[in-house]
């Protein structure tokens, strides 16, 4: 038996990691997630807390590919996989 | 009376410009919210048709905060103002 460190995200405490840099990674993507989910709940008020909680993570998840769409590259998107069930 | 020259774009032939190049940057942002209205409704499929065509119109509207956001400064988002009604 040893004690071990591990990290978390305040943002998710359930989800721990071994790896500080991907606890950072982490954290970032749901950071970017929640501030995306009300932006688009103001901009689409129909839109449900479910709904624009999923809208922010899954683009969150594939920022970079949004990123370069926003920036100049619409066809990034192609890149972008069907989201796993 | 004469004859003037108008441009639109083929994805909404009601809207005319007398300027090429806002005809131009119209045309643009209608693609990108095609495409991100496309692959929003994939991620997120419970999304209506009319969600994802205002959320894909609202986002290419704004693509230079949102090009940032996804880049490295998620408080780009602070500068999106309020939709207009």
Do not use: C, T
């Not at 982490?26 to 008020?45: F, G, I, R, T, W």
């Not at 370069?68 to 972008?80: G, T, V």
């Amino acid at each position: 038996m040893a004690v071990e460190v591990v990290y978390r995200s305040s943002r998710d405490p359930e989800r721990l990691f071994m790896d500080k840099a991907e606890a950072d990674r982490y954290d970032k993507m749901l950071e970017l997630a929640e501030s995306l989910a009300e932006v688009l709940q103001k901009a689409v008020p129909s839109l449900s807390e479910q709904q624009v909680e999923e809208l922010g993570i899954y683009m969150a998840k594939n920022r970079d590919i949004f990123a370069r769409a926003f920036k100049n590259q619409p066809d990034a998107l192609a890149e972008l996989e069907q989201p796993a069930e």
